[in-house]
């Protein structure tokens, strides 16, 4: 059986977002930092002392050639970086715009206008109410990159 992510259940949903925060928490994907970046932003938590800096390589084409991070911060805000990384990268901007900005909604709690496929795991965060901005962290620090926003993005 072939079903694709929204179709999980509530407990295959929870239990995949058990996995995915496990793994990119513990093995972060694109930790570091890029040799050529042309946006930039930084990600601040203070609810929970995350702490991040996010690098894109942006192309001519306005395509995101290559993402990376560097900080600290919990599991979660770790993880959801990670993960973004993974999934912005090979999107043209106004469509990682849009990914992020429904992740957003769906991670708060709201309908998700786009599929969002293994990262729609990262809702379950919702039972959590206090990690909800540890999750969307990184999200907002790349709108603020894409839109060359020097402020750094707070989730306060
Ligand atoms: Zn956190």
């Known amino acids: 059986m072939n079903r694709a992510a929204n179709d999980l259940s509530t407990a295959e949903l929870r239990e995949l977002y058990r996995e995915l925060i496990l793994d990119h928490?513990?093995?972060?994907?694109h930790f570091g930092k890029l040799s050529a970046i042309t946006h930039t932003a930084e990600g601040l938590n203070p609810l929970c002392g995350d702490k991040l800096r996010l690098y894109l390589q942006i192309d001519d084409d306005d395509r995101i050639s290559d993402a990376a991070f560097e900080g600290s911060g919990c599991a979660i805000s770790v993880a959801s970086a990670s993960l973004m990384t993974d999934a912005i990268i090979g999107m043209r901007t106004a469509e990682a715009v849009d990914f992020s900005n429904a992740l957003i909604a769906s991670v708060t709690g709201r309908d998700s206008p786009v599929e969002l496929g293994k990262l729609q795991a990262l809702q379950g965060v919702r039972e959590f109410p206090s990690r909800v901005k540890c999750a969307t962290l990184a999200w907002h620090a790349m709108n603020s990159a894409i839109r060359r926003d020097h402020?750094?993005?707070s989730t306060e």
């Open 151 to 153: 402020n750094p993005a």
């Open 25 to 29: 928490a513990r093995s972060p994907r």
